[in-house]
């Protein structure tokens, strides 16, 4: 019983070594989001949230930008409409899960029944099959990998992020900190909602948008979703049926 215990911790626990970002742009660039060196796809996780979500529709439409939005499913249901609006705009929706849980204990049977709503949710009210996950905290356990496999989801974490989930986050910070980290073909993780984080820190992610678009563009960047990445792969969307 001792060695079935350890081996399903082991099995639940070494995935989520995927984390580190040596390990995934070095061993998994697929699941680091590494795509075509002249694009960035710009993701948003812990959305959909109408205090703050509407602001980035906005400002991504000034921009003639379109970028994922890694929804949770709790919240998907809760604002239908602000969900339906991302995808009018053109914007493309993944899953970040049901909620934002820590996965402490292996619990494959929760971790499949939690993505698999999300998906449907997003079937059911956008009419298209999402195609990418991206675990809460980017920690990739092998319950998480097995429920985005038979939802037929591609997991994608990041190559560059902005730490704009902290208190002291600034505009120039987040700005900074991607810039630091970012390429071409890279994938930039960034938060339209303070939902799991400090009060307001979206804030600044939404301040620096312009300024981060600006920057890849004078490097001669596309900035677009993950649909438009080009990871090896990867099908176009298909519609999730009737």
């Known amino acids: 019983m001792a060695t079935t215990a350890a081996l399903a911790l082991a099995g639940h626990v070494l995935p989520a070594g995927t984390w580190l970002p040596g390990v995934r742009r070095t061993l998994f660039p697929g699941l680091a989001g590494t795509g075509e060196p002249g694009?960035?796809?710009?993701?948003?996780?812990?959305?959909?949230?109408?205090n703050s979500t509407p602001h980035f529709l906005d400002h991504l439409d000034r921009l003639s930008v379109r970028a994922t939005f890694f929804v949770l499913g709790e919240a998907v249901v809760r604002h239908p409409?602000?969900?339906?609006?991302?995808?009018?705009?053109g914007h493309e929706l993944?899953?970040?899960g049901w909620t934002h849980g820590r996965p402490w204990l292996p619990a494959p049977g929760r971790d499949l029944r939690d993505v698999g709503r999300a998906v449907a949710a997003l079937a059911h009210l956008t009419g298209v099959a999402p195609r990418w996950y991206r675990p809460p905290y980017g920690i990739l356990t092998g319950g998480r990998w097995l429920a985005a496999r038979r939802c037929g989801l591609r997991p994608v974490l990041w190559t560059a992020w902005g730490r704009?989930?902290?208190?002291?986050?600034?505009?120039?910070?987040?700005?900074?900190?991607?810039?630091?980290?970012?390429r071409g073909g890279g994938t930039v993780l960034l938060h339209d909602s303070d939902r799991t984080a400090?009060?307001?820190?979206?804030?600044?992610?939404?301040?620096?948008?312009?300024?981060?678009?600006?920057?890849c563009r004078a490097a001669?960047?596309?900035?677009?979703?993950?649909?438009?990445?080009?990871?090896?792969?990867?099908?176009?969307?298909?519609?999730a049926g009737p």
């Not at 001669?220 to 519609?239: E, F």
């Open 198 to 215: 400090a009060p307001g820190c979206w804030r600044a992610t939404l301040d620096m948008l312009p300024d981060l678009v600006t920057h």
């Open 81 to 89: 409409a602000l969900t339906r609006d991302i995808a009018r705009r």
């Open 220 to 239: 001669g960047l596309t900035v677009g979703p993950l649909a438009d990445h080009g990871i090896p792969g990867v099908a176009h969307p298909m519609p």
């Open 94 to 96: 993944a899953v970040h």
């Open 39 to 50: 694009h960035v796809a710009l993701t948003f996780d812990d959305g959909p949230d109408p």
């Open 164 to 182: 704009d989930w902290t208190e002291t986050a600034t505009a120039a910070s987040v700005l900074a900190t991607v810039r630091g980290q970012l």
